[in-house]
């Protein structure tokens, strides 16, 4: 299938691309790696008169530690993040997720930034990140404020850059802690009580915040992601 027609324009710098979108207003729409919008515009469940292109954008790519932070450029593609030592170092569970996303086409276009501000609930980062406790910095022609993960994904496909700006806000950076982990995992919870014929993934991580005295703060975060029923329930095999 093919998308309604649209225009084009890339953008130069953050503030070029602000602007762009407070131009566009509802007819704009900011692209990235494109692998989620170009579907959907294909799919015509979206069909803006204008995309404006963030891949010109200097600057906003790659991965840096700031004190014990990891901060993420929004269009750090999956590739990056998968690869960067920082990430495997201080985030092991997100460079695992990135490196498992789609094929090497999607991890080489697709961007952490354009994931979690497309936010489908089925997608890998925006859960793996929830577990992390991340922040996400975003900015308005006005404004620049940080987001906590609890208050960011506030819908199915819905943020709250969405609906505290609408399309005058965009999303820069994201920042996870890099405490010490203790133990992460990656687990499937298969038949508990409450979901018996659903296959739940789940992304938890334990770290130790350090504290003056002998013993750190542990805290834990599980995050949920996908459910679907299992083979078992559909009355076929009993997958693992
Ligand atoms: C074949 C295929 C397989 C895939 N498999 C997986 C998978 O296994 N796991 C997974 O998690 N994902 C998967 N994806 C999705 C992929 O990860 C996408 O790259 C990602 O969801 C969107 O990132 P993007 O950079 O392509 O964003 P785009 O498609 O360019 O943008 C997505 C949305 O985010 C908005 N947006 C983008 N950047 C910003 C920004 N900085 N600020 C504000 N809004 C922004 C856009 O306006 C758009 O609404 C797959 C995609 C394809 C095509």
Do not use: W
């Amino acid at each position: 299938m093919f998308p309604a027609s649209f225009g084009y324009v890339a953008a130069r710098s953050v503030e070029e691309a602000l602007e762009l979108m407070v131009k566009h207003g509802e007819d704009g729409k900011l692209l990235a790696g494109g692998h989620s919008l170009i579907p959907a515009m294909k799919l015509r469940l979206q069909s803006p008169r204008t995309l404006i292109d963030l891949g010109t954008v200097p600057g906003l790519r790659g991965v840096r530690q700031e004190g014990a932070e990891l901060v993420m450029g929004a269009l750090t593609v999956h590739a990056d993040v998968a690869s960067s030592e920082l990430v495997r170092k201080h985030l092991p569970g997100l460079a695992e997720a990135a490196s498992v996303i789609g094929d090497l086409q999607v991890r080489n276009r697709g961007t952490i930034g354009g994931s979690v501000a497309h936010a489908d609930p089925a997608a890998d980062l925006p859960v793996i990140l929830t577990a992390l406790d991340a922040s996400f910095a975003v900015r308005s022609p006005t404004a620049s404020r940080t987001i906590a993960v609890d208050d960011f994904f506030t819908d199915f496909y819905t943020t709250a850059m969405n609906s505290a700006c609408g399309h005058g806000e965009r999303l820069c950076e994201i920042a996870a802690s890099c405490f010490r982990l203790r133990r992460r995992q990656r687990r499937r919870i298969d038949h508990a009580p409450s979901v018996r014929h659903l296959r739940v993934r789940a992304h938890c991580h334990q770290r130790i915040e350090q504290r003056p005295g002998p013993r750190g703060r542990h805290r834990d975060r599980i995050a949920g992601q996908t459910a679907h029923p299992t083979d078992d329930h559909r009355g076929g095999r009993q997958g693992g």
